[in-house]
């Protein structure tokens, strides 16, 4: 046997673990793919009964939000057993968007709030806006109010930003004193992909900022930068929400460190993404991980891991900086101003490499079509006309960013 084809058996056999791993978890939960579309299931025996996900401070707003939070990123109004349960075991932080799903998203939390409208007062609702005017974001939000069948969000993001500028003037801070006078909004901040420890580093001194979601992970957590910023949020009383918390990156890779780090969490009764979520919550600093979660295999997968007492040990720490380490060329980190600095670059590169994450990644070509087409068109233009030796020597993690563009402008266009 060749030495790839020991590695594909490995590799085989990990992947076959890992099913194996998650299909008992998921016998054990009594669940099964009918019950999940019929809303039958029973509460998982993994899950014990009456077990709730913990909460801490979110900054300090004066609320606690639950650590585990569910990311409405998926068809909501199809779903709604999912609501159910996230608040059966107290997963009550919910995360929606104006454009989620071109609307379904709202639509199907205020579908659940019209048949329930006794827990409105029980979730800690946020959605997002992408507009960065006064006019818009009150359309934006009186939309969304209209959708979820609600008064009022507790929270509401200006969606991805990519430079502080873009919350930071006198009409944005406006916006959000009236629209909290007006009882609309309980919070307001700014959720952001890229450019992460500069925006953190900058919120404080806005002092109308009360939450921020941001790309954190396991990778990128343990930068003197990231650290830094995280350290000012908190001194300011921001509330932190992680997402992108898996560190998965736009390049398939198979390594042995990978094989390895499945092998290590999987003999521990843990899947590596578990094991990577547990890894954001050892920070407490964190308020909450927002996990995209549209099934019932999901999400009692992570409310497991969040009800979990287990801590990582300093070995399981080496094993994911070890693993972060050989990766490290496959996982783009948003730091957005190097690649697209210089020459009059009009293209959102790190916003490509963020969707070909959602196509090679996530599985979820769809929504990665739908990123890219939304992208001006001065932006996908500029894509193809780059200098991407240039580029690519600018990236500190030496990313094969022009391969990734291309394999982009071939699946996605």
Known sequence: MTSEEKGVSRRGFMAGAGIAALGTMMVAAGSSAAEETTGTAAPSPAIPQGAKVATRPFGRTGRNVSILSMGGMYDIPNNQMMLRKCLDWGVTYWDTANGYGG???????????EKFPQERKNVFLVTKTGARDAKGMTDHLELSLKRMKTDYVDLIFAHGINGINEVGGPEIKAWAEKAKKDGKIKFFGFSTHKNMEDLLAAAPALGYIDGIMLTYNYRIMHGDAMKRGVEACTKAGIGLTAMKTQGGGPVSTASEEEIKLAGRFLQKGMTPHQAKLKAI???????????????????TANTSAALSSNKLTAGDWRALKSYAEATSSSYC?????????????????????????????????????????EMPEMARESLRRLDWERIARACPRGLPMGDVVREALKALA
């Open 103 to 113: 609307g379904k998203s709202e639509e199907g939390i205020g579908m659940f709030f």
């Open 281 to 299: 919550w050892e920070n407490e600093q964190i308020a909450a991980v927002c996990s995209q979660m549209p099934n019932l295999t999901i999400l």
């Open 333 to 373: 980190a948003g730091c957005a101003k190097f690649c697209e600095a210089g020459d009059g670059c009009d293209a959102l590169i790190a916003d490509v490499m963020r969707f070909m994450m959602y196509h090679t990644s996530y599985g979820d070509t769809h929504h990665a079509r739908q990123c890219f087409a």
